[in-house]
């Protein structure tokens, strides 16, 4: 079957029966693509009713499907577009940024396919598949060596270290420095996009919305508008049960199978958002949840992805909520980026 005969499942029948959006209004009946630019967003909500059957539900939305593999291709679109539009980055200028891989891959797809050659700064304890996909999209990739961390495990100094590198490397070059951590068009792309999508996709019955932090971007965005749209909805942050800073906690340990996540300090576009509650997730919590979505639902997300479902699991049977509620989480990345 030919792909323009193919029904067009996430307009007629996805967006019907749950309230999402099209990818793009550039996209026809049939799912015609102007760019990858048009696939970002409009990701699926999948019900985890194998993994948990008990109390309440627990929807999680689908965000290894942006073609970059993460969420982060929200945020790198609205970043690269916002700072185009208002003269901070020109026509073929190079872009850089620091990243734990995810922003990284997003970056390399949305420069790709708008002509900005771009470069990745990585600690080298970040997983090497994300090395090699960003190399792949096209991305030159600087490697930091760790200052205190492991292979797997990025602490909040290998960070610092990746991002001096690159604001040297932005001015060495002349190059835009995306600076994802206290850029606010991350906040903006989640409010405007994956927020929106969650409310009408959950037909505005969402009770609750767990989210681990790294930059803080996708919990104060998609809390914002659902916050607009219900003042009841309850916003939760996932941490490392080792890296609790969110919750006022002495960080115990920065080392941690989290990546891109809990770095033990509070991120600046944390700054003023209140959340309803805390909810921590170990190391082993969060593999152990990664294989069972993999063995029960058929997913092979990432361990972030894992702690959001391990968190909202926890939520959900601790009477905290009503047993019928609906908790909403991300499923952040695909776990083809740790192997």
């Not at 999402?20 to 985890?48: K, Q």
């Not at 991305?139 to 990746?162: F, H, I, K, N, Y």
């Not at 929106?196 to 809390?223: D, H, K, M, Y």
Request: proline content about 5%.
């Amino acid at each position: 079957m030919a792909w323009a005969s193919r029904p067009s499942f996430r307009r007629s029948h996805f967006a019907e029966r749950s309230g999402g959006t099209p990818r793009s209004s550039n996209m026809s009946a049939t799912m015609h693509a102007a760019s990858v630019l048009d696939l970002i967003g409009s990701t699926p909500l999948i019900e985890l009713s194998r993994i948990h059957r008990g109390p309440g539900r627990i929807l999680a939305k689908c965000e290894f499907l942006n073609p970059g593999g993460s969420m982060k291709d929200r945020a790198a679109l609205r970043i690269i577009r916002d700072a185009e539009s208002s003269g901070r980055l020109a026509p073929a200028q190079t872009v850089v940024e620091m990243t734990s891989g995810n922003m990284g891959a997003g970056l390399a797809v949305v420069c790709a396919a708008t002509d900005h050659p771009f470069v990745a700064v990585m600690s080298r304890g970040n997983s090497p598949a994300r090395a090699r996909q960003m190399e792949a999209l096209g991305a030159e990739v600087v490697l930091v060596e760790q200052v205190d961390g492991s292979p797997g495990r990025v602490t909040g100094r290998d960070l610092e270290a990746a991002v001096q590198r690159a604001s040297a490397l932005a001015a060495e070059r002349s190059a835009f420095n995306v600076d994802q951590f206290n850029n606010p068009s991350g906040v903006r792309a989640h409010e405007a996009t994956t927020g929106r999508e969650i409310w009408g996709q959950c037909g505005g019955a969402v009770e609750a919305f767990v989210c681990a932090v790294g930059t803080g971007a996708s919990l104060v965005g998609v809390g914002t508008h659902l916050r607009s749209r219900s003042k009841d909805v309850r916003i939760y942050a996932v941490e490392p049960a080792t890296s609790r800073p969110l919750a006022g906690l002495p960080v115990a340990s920065a080392r941690h199978v989290l990546q891109g996540t809990g770095y033990g300090a509070i991120p600046p576009l944390w700054q003023g958002f209140a959340v309803d509650g805390h909810l921590a997730v170990t190391d082993d919590e969060a593999i152990a949840c990664q294989r069972d979505l993999g063995r029960l639902e058929g997913l092979f997300v990432g361990l972030s992805s894992a702690a959001n479902v391990c968190a909202s699991m926890k939520l959900a049977m601790s009477g905290a909520l009503g047993p019928s509620a609906m908790v909403a989480t991300l499923l952040c990345d695909t776990g083809l980026k740790y192997v």
